[in-house]
């Protein structure tokens, strides 16, 4: 599933053909929401946001649409009369008189009053967006210590939206690991020192992987590694998906379980576990 950075990128790329352009012709696949068309077709786009992994088009009529990738879901750009290569499902089609924004696959779409938008169910229990320009490090510090959240452990804790919008399963892996906290561990098990270190990394990890394009490694390191390491995704990441391999910093063997029927990727000599 793309997670926060991801979705960021895709509504840039998006924005970049739609947004101050007017729609002239806004296609959707599923029945129900075929009415809405003739409500959107003409209308300019003022917006496109991000709200974890969440992606919201905005209308100068005050309406929006509502978009989720999930597990499968991907957004496409082309030519106005252009259409992708792909095998994949049209399910929403956005149509300027020179750019299409095409989303594929998903199935998690509606259109909402702008006013309304605090109703929707997913968007109303987000918690702050890990993108967010707003959010600094001691409010995730603090979050951390919230009674609902302190006594989960953080392989839990870091896939729940209701925490941080946007996080998923290789930042959640990643930012463990850059905060030396094994996955079993609780936020009221770490002292202050460690909750600092966890927040700071779930900041800039995040904003590493979209500033990137996915990866989570310092710049440095990453560009070193493009000597010796063959293949792009080899060589995004700390611990996800290098079971087997040896960690950057200490050269131990990096660990794979599941967790919540999730894989999660961690160091057993950097993450003690205690």
């Known amino acids: 599933m793309p997670e926060g950075p991801e979705i960021r990128r895709a509504a840039d790329r998006i924005a970049d053909v739609l947004v101050d352009e007017t729609i002239e012709e806004v296609a959707f696949a599923f029945p129900e929401l075929q009415r809405f068309g003739h409500l959107l077709s003409g209308q300019r786009v003022v917006d496109i946001e991000t709200r974890g992994k969440a992606l919201l088009t905005h209308f100068d009529n005050d309406y929006a649409i509502y978009s989720h990738n999930q597990l499968y879901g991907v957004w496409k750009i082309a030519k106005r009369g252009k259409t992708p290569a792909t095998n994949r499902s049209l399910r929403l089609a956005l149509h300027t008189a020179t750019h299409s924004a095409l989303l594929y ?3 998690d779409i509606s259109v909402w009053a702008r006013d309304d938008l605090g109703m929707h169910p997913f968007l109303a229990a987000l ?5 967010s320009a707003k959010l600094i490090w001691q409010d995730i510090s603090e979050r951390l210590k919230l009674q609902r959240f302190a006594g989960r452990s953080l392989n839990a804790l870091y896939l729940d939206q209701h925490f941080l919008a946007g996080s998923g399963n290789y930042l959640r892996s990643e930012i463990l690991f850059c905060a030396g906290a094994h ?12 909750l600092g270190a966890l927040a700071r990394e779930t900041l800039k990890l995040p904003r590493r992987s979209y500033e990137t394009g996915g990866i989570t490694l310092p710049p440095r390191l990453a560009a070193s590694l493009k000597k010796t390491v063959k293949g792009r995704e080899r060589r995004r990441f700390f611990v996800f998906g290098r ?7 200490c050269g131990d063997t990096i660990l794979r379980d599941s967790m919540g029927s999730r894989r999660i990727y961690w160091c057993p000599t950097c993450q003690r576990q205690p």
């Open 105 to 107: 696959s998903a199935s």
């Open 127 to 131: 918690g702050p967006d890990l993108l």
């Open 183 to 194: 996955p079993k561990r609780r936020p009221r098990d770490l002292g202050r020192a460690e």
């Open 243 to 249: 079971d087997g391999r040896a960690c950057y910093q």
